[in-house]
């Protein structure tokens, strides 16, 4: 990178990162998850920057606050569910406040392309008293990063920037230069016992000054250039921000626009203005009524969710319809619309070779009650593996165990977790099991990276972000460390091996650990070893189909492996019932 | 009231599966068109595609484009790699709408597909359409890889602007060592592109 000016397309995450660096951060710290997980690969790649993974989102977004304390402009980054578990530190810094700028960004997921919900993030903003920025394309992206940082030390707050997968993953066209700020302020790292140490004494006085500081954003947040009107020619009014925005106003390019930089606190005064200079005011937003309501608490008249859905991804097709239903637009009923086939879906499986599929095809045959996390390995609940009863939240699948074990007995009950989950929030929940003698079998499938979100590294990869190497943390020295006896390493290509310890262990009313120790066959090398084939031994069996392997194929009632997707795993070879029709060559 | 006019934007759904190079083949139209000096947005939708999921790409471009996805019975152009793919994208054709699609069926995992009732479909979907076997072409130039490259070129002859700009896009984000290759390839689509386009014109005409 260089400091010309380019012309560019380039996504909104890729353009977070530019503006964070133009906006003159020095550190960002983050725990993957789709849409947020590129920011930080783009972040790294600036000179004179430090950006780190952390193990989970709480522990990022502490590591930025102390940075932001040491003097320093920090962002962390995050999905939606991730400001879940970094919520603690999110209420309280509120309180402490900033030294140099701190920017919280957070993407959701409406429509839930990879995600457990759809949360609306907007109410944590509400919910911990912190400016939230929503940029509606590329370019806002960009500068409203830099913006966010400026806001967080004007106000000492940190800032929080919300994006969207609509947001964080189109792309488009922006003009910038990778030129820092200049006249960067000099913020000295101070011991003040009243701004950062949050006793009772001190946390009373800083919620009053917390009170008094959004009263000012308020009153910043109507004058802000940041929430800006785009005049039109009709007679009618939205009211809109973030990705939401570009559909309206491709719909109704005539019509005048209130667009919401600055969601919290929202410019209600300004909003309360623009609402009677015209007819009828609607406000268009994705997921939650949220704008709509902070209007209508303050008395605006505007119409929102009546029109349009509170779940889901917004699209011109959704917003068109919400348009013609409150009747901004005429019905269009010249236009038909294609038929939408009855297609087969192609879901998701876990890739041909993945070290998942043996653990979850013993599981299948030995029927445990299996407590999941999330991960790739959360494929292994859907069918024909059908072999995880649980999945909520990352980190949930030990602790559920420990409930679901102590209360009953009819069932065995295996809680199984991927090595980037085990670190986000598993460690406690193993630490709770041994110290409450709880009866459970925990798998923890070590495949040293963080596939599901794009093979991120952790602390069982040997290297950081930044490609530099560390001895891994072993997970069955952690467990024997902690005091837990049955702890096992397994292989799982050695299916037959693999699948006497689990069962052992599922047998026997003692807490055991089995690590996994295979590695992704994706990340960070691509494994592929020489293709089996099936010889006209195959009686048409099906058994093989069972583990759910894309290279696996069906014709004329016999199997057959496509060579170019088989990676050599051996499983299928494993499961198979008869000695010879499968085989390497 | 208003009335929505729908300003001058086109749009290019490509969509396949995981692995067949969709992000790389949607960059590279999205480039050309910015090159030819058009506004553009891209939006990719590829939840887990890594895992052989369904991928798809909108590039919209015009004057100025706001949204980064097209609405339905919008698109004007189909990318499709595989035919079960380009079915499912039927939703966003219209009549006028030109289709360059990958004779090929992807095989879903435990599931048996009726190959009949997918040619049956696609052949009843109401577009301008290229259906052929774009590995063929690709064998003949020597590699495999380089069908969607093809395919662009096929595109090329249709969408409104110089092919220069394709060519350029293709020098920018192609990697050096298969550079001259993808250039092939994409005359050789321009070829076939050139081609189809002249029949189908003089089937119009008829
Ligand atoms: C709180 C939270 N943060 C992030 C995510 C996104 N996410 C889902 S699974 C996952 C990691 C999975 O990695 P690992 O446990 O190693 O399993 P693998 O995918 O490698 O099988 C991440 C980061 C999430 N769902 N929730």
């Not at chain 1, 293709?531 to 189909?545: A, E, F, N, S, Y």
């Not at chain 2, 090329?156 to 293709?170: D, N, Q, R, V």
């Given at each position: 990178m260089d400091d010309r000016t380019t012309k560019a397309i380039i996504s909104g995450n890729e353009a977070v990162a530019i503006g964070a660096y133009k906006g003159n951060a020095h550190f960002a710290s983050g725990y993957p998850g789709t849409p947020s997980s590129e920011i930080l690969d783009y972040f790294k790649q600036f000179k004179d920057v430090i950006a780190q993974w952390a193990s989970n989102e709480k522990s990022g977004l502490e590591a930025a606050l102390g940075a932001s304390i040491a003097g320093t402009r920090s962002f962390a980054t995050m999905k939606h569910v991730g400001l879940n578990v970094a919520a603690d530190p999110l209420m309280t810094s509120a309180y402490t406040g900033v030294n140099a700028g701190l920017v919280v960004v957070t993407a959701d997921d409406p429509g839930m392309h990879s995600s457990q919900n759809e949360q609306d993030n907007r109410y944590y903003a509400k919910f911990a008293k912190l400016p939230m920025l929503e940029p509606s394309n590329e370019y806002e992206a960009m500068a409203f990063?830099?913006?966010?940082?400026?806001?967080?030390?004007?106000?000492?707050?940190?800032?929080?920037?919300?994006?969207?997968?609509?947001?964080?993953?189109?792309?488009?066209?922006?003009?910038?230069?990778?030129?820092?700020?200049?006249n960067e302020k000099i913020f000295k790292m101070k011991k003040d016992f009243q701004k950062y140490v949050m006793i009772p004494s001190n946390a009373i006085k800083k919620h009053k000054s917390l009170l008094k500081k959004i009263e000012e954003l308020e009153i910043y947040s109507n004058e802000s250039p940041i929430n800006r009107i785009i005049k039109g020619r009709s007679s009618v009014g939205i009211i809109t921000s973030g990705v939401s925005y570009n559909y309206a106003k491709e719909l109704l390019p005539d019509a005048h626009f209130f667009k919401v930089g600055l969601t919290y606190p929202m410019p209600v005064e300004k909003i309360k203005n623009f609402v009677e200079s015209v007819d009828?005011?609607?406000?268009?937003e994705e997921l939650e009524p949220f704008m709509e309501e902070e209007l209508k608490i303050a008395g605006v008249k505007v119409e929102g969710k009546k029109y349009f859905p509170t779940d889901g991804e917004l699209n011109l097709d959704i917003v068109k319809n919400g348009l013609e239903k409150c009747g901004f637009l005429k019905k269009d009923k010249s236009k038909v619309i294609f038929e939408d086939f009855e297609l087969p879906k192609r879901p998701p499986a876990l890739c041909p070779g993945c070290p998942h599929r043996p653990v979850f095809d013993i599981l299948h045959s030995l029927k445990p009650y299996v407590t999941g996390d999330i991960g790739c390995y959360t494929l292994g609940a859907i069918a024909p593996l059908s072999a995880m009863h649980t999945t909520v939240c990352m980190g949930a699948s030990i602790s559920m165990g420990i409930g679901a074990s102590k209360v009953q007995?009819?069932?065995k009950i295996v809680s199984i977790i991927g090595d980037s989950t085990f670190f986000h929030t598993g460690i406690q929940p193993l630490v709770d099991a041994y110290m409450n003698n709880a009866k459970l079998t925990i798998i923890i499938l070590d495949n040293r990276i963080t596939a599901m979100t794009g093979g991120q590294p952790n602390p069982s990869s040997g290297f950081n972000l930044n490609n530099k190497k560390f001895e891994p943390v072993k997970i069955a020295s952690l467990a024997r460390t902690i005091g837990i006896k049955r702890v096992f390493e397994v292989d799982q290509y050695n299916y037959e091996e693999t699948k006497r310890i689990i069962e052992r262990e599922?047998?026997?009313d003692e807490l055991s650990v089995i690590v996994a120790l295979r590695p992704c066959v994706l990340s960070p090398?691509?494994?592929?070893?020489?293709?089996?084939?099936?010889?006209?031994?195959?009686?048409?069996?099906?058994?093989?189909?069972?583990?759910?392997?894309?290279?696996?194929?069906?014709?004329?009632?016999?199997?057959?492996?496509?060579?170019?997707?088989?990676?050599?795993?051996?499983?299928?070879?494993?499961v198979c019932p008869v000695e010879g029709a499968i085989i390497n060559v | 009231m208003c009335n929505g006019s729908k300003m001058d934007i086109k749009s290019i759904l490509f969509a396949g599966v995981g692995g067949d190079g969709i992000i790389t083949a949607s960059n590279v139209a999205a480039m050309a068109c910015m090159l030819a000096g058009f506004d553009v947005k891209k939006s990719e939708i590829h939840g887990m595609s890594q895992r052989g999921g369904s991928v798809s790409a909108f590039v919209r471009f015009g004057e100025k484009v706001y949204s980064p996805t097209d609405a339905l019975g919008q698109v004007n152009y189909l990318f499709a790699t595989e035919k079960i793919e380009a079915l499912r994208a039927n939703k966003y054709l219209n009549t006028a709408?030109?289709?360059?699609i990958n004779d090929r069926i992807v095989p879903i995992i435990n599931q048996e597909i009726d190959t009949e009732y997918i040619d049956k479909k696609l052949e009843s979907v109401k577009i301008r359409k290229i259906v052929k076997n774009f590995a063929e072409d690709a064998l003949k130039l020597g590699n495999p890889k380089v069908i969607n490259t093809i395919m662009m070129g096929v595109l090329?002859?249709?969408?409104?602007?110089?092919?220069?700009?394709?060519?350029?896009?293709?020098n920018k984000i192609i990697p050096k060592r298969i550079l001259t290759l993808n250039l092939d390839a994409f005359y050789e689509g321009i070829l076939i592109g050139e081609n189809t386009r002249n029949k189908n014109y003089s089937r119009e005409v008829n």
């Open positions: 990063m830099q913006y966010a940082f400026v806001l967080s030390e004007k106000f000492d707050l940190p800032s929080i920037m919300r994006l969207t997968t609509r947001i964080s993953h189109s792309l488009g066209i922006v003009k910038y230069d990778t030129r820092r700020l200049d009828r005011a609607v406000v268009i007995d009819d069932e599922i047998n026997i090398k691509k494994i592929k070893d020489e293709p089996l084939v099936v010889t006209d031994k195959c009686i048409g069996c099906k058994r093989c189909l069972r583990i759910a392997c894309p290279a696996i194929d069906f014709v004329n009632n016999k199997a057959v492996i496509d060579a170019d997707l088989c990676t050599g795993c051996n499983v299928c070879k494993s | 709408s030109i289709g360059i090329s002859c249709y969408m409104p602007l110089e092919k220069e700009y394709f060519t350029e896009a293709i």
